[in-house]
């Protein structure tokens, strides 16, 4: 029909509009603004405490330094008083001090010398591995020890002692360890004196000792071999020793050979 017709009314059919979805969902655009810019400074305060973190890090293990620091927190925790002199070089590779000395109480320690030097490249490849390891001139005083009450058990029955198998997260090569002159000494025992101690070792599925060797005012020992880490435990060792007696001086060399299981 013509709604410009005279003689027919005309009736419009309602119309029913609904609001844009847009003004629906209008009322959470700030809620989700807000938890936009959250989540986005939340993740850049992360990132820059990592950035923070690897930094002092970085600095700690590879400046002088920071092995100064480091040197200077162990004297301020420590329980007792500790000094160190000369302190130099840096923990991802070389470590030196001179003069270091310890007292708690009727404890107290010295080493006249320290060299520490390192593959840490070698930890890539899952490996710990020590060039060099320097100590000189080690002496410790103990105080006198208490008497300690022994108390009665049940006897138990023995039962074979089973060796697991060892297996180490990363191979360990250790290429020169010399320790010269340690003495220790209790206020109620002479002092126990070593002279010197020697290894180069390395290890895989076993112990490889290319070298250990302790020498002694009354014993020397040195030790050769394989010893295996998994079952049956293969054992090759070669052994020479002697020890020195008030009297007379005894005299040995052998092999051990054969399995731990």
Do not use: C
Not at 153 to 158: F, G, M, Y
Not at 199 to 207: A, E, G, I, M, P
Not at 221 to 240: C, E, Y
């Amino acid at each position: 029909a013509n709604p410009d017709s005279d003689n027919i009314p005309y009736i419009s059919s309602p119309t029913f509009n609904s609001p844009p979805i847009s003004i629906i969902i209008t009322p959470f655009k700030p809620i989700i603004m807000t938890m936009r810019r959250f989540l986005k400074y939340s993740l850049l305060t992360v990132l820059l405490l990592l950035i923070i973190i690897i930094a002092i890090t970085a600095w700690l293990i590879s400046t002088e330094s920071g092995l100064q620091f480091i040197g200077n927190q162990a004297k301020n925790f420590a329980p007792g008083e500790l000094k160190i002199a000369n302190l130099e070089g840096r923990i991802i590779d070389r470590v030196s001090f001179n003069d270091l000395s310890y007292q708690d109480g009727e404890t107290t320690a010295k080493v006249e010398s320290f060299v520490f030097d390192w593959d840490a490249g070698a930890l890539l490849s899952y490996k710990v591995h020590l060039e060099q390891l320097h100590i000189n001139n080690v002496e410790i005083n103990l105080p006198k020890s208490e008497p300690v009450a022994e108390e009665s058990e049940p006897e138990k029955k023995s039962s074979p002692v089973e060796i697991p198998d060892i297996e180490l997260p990363v191979q360990i090569a250790l290429d020169d360890i010399q320790i010269n002159h340690i003495s220790i000494q209790t206020a109620d025992a002479e002092p126990f004196i070593i002279d010197n101690i020697n290894l180069q070792s390395q290890t895989s599925d076993r112990l490889i000792l290319q070298n250990f060797q302790v020498t002694a005012p009354l014993f020397n020992v040195k030790l050769a071999g394989d010893v295996g880490f998994v079952k049956p435990h293969k054992v090759q060792l070669d052994l020479a020793w002697n020890a020195n007696l008030p009297d007379f001086k005894v005299v040995g060399q052998g092999e051990v050979t054969g399995d731990m299981e």
